[in-house]
């Protein structure tokens, strides 16, 4: 058994790593900022290059696009709307400053062949963000869109309703978004660190007063 004294110089040498700190990796990895100092504080730089990110939503709407909207803001390629539960709405992402002119919407209600669209997009070098509804996704699914976005540095979004079961998934970040008088963030997964607790995010001063509580 190894005594304080003992971890704390297994610590200081860099050879334990602390759940809540990124571990030490000689290459940096590549991040994409959040457009959230919060979140991206608590994912350890902002979303991962490479990866397939899960929003747990109570219900549409609730705060994801807003949450997202500096990815597709800062996007200089396509974005791939797979199955959205609305048509975008192309006046309010034009006054986010959205480049509607690499807004590509798909609507696939074969659930084979809206993987086969993801996939696809993931793969294409004219895609660089790729956001999909899904209402459950196997997986067996999530790993192949995890392979495919790692293996051509992608970002990918899966907008879900809130899981009940904590099975496991290859999403390298899952969280959960919830409505209350301010849109908070529920970490359930994060590649560094541990789950958790829900944190305000500002992301709400996106979002029409309206809309800001409900």
Known sequence: MAYP????????KGWLW?????PPTHTAPQF??????????????????GSVNELQVQHAF?????LLLPVL?????ATVWLNPPAQPYA??????HVNLAQQV????TEPQ?????????????????????SSHLAATHVRRLQQAAQAHQKLAFVITPWQGSEEARAYVNRLQLIRSEQLQVRVLKRRFGWPLPPFPCTADKLLPQRRRVV
């Open 73 to 77: 803001q800062q996007a200089r390629h």
């Open 32 to 49: 994409t900022a959040t457009g959230w100092p919060e979140l991206d504080a608590q994912l350890g730089g902002g979303w991962l290059q």
């Open 5 to 12: 004294a003992q971890v704390e110089a297994l610590v200081q």
């Open 105 to 108: 919407v798909v609507q696939e």
């Open 62 to 66: 609730v705060g994801e696009l807003a």
């Open 18 to 22: 602390q759940g809540q700190t990124p």
């Open 113 to 133: 062949l809206a993987l086969w669209a993801a996939e696809q997009a993931l793969q294409s070098e004219a895609v660089q963000v790729l956001l999909m509804w």
């Open 91 to 96: 006046p309010g992402l034009l006054y986010q």
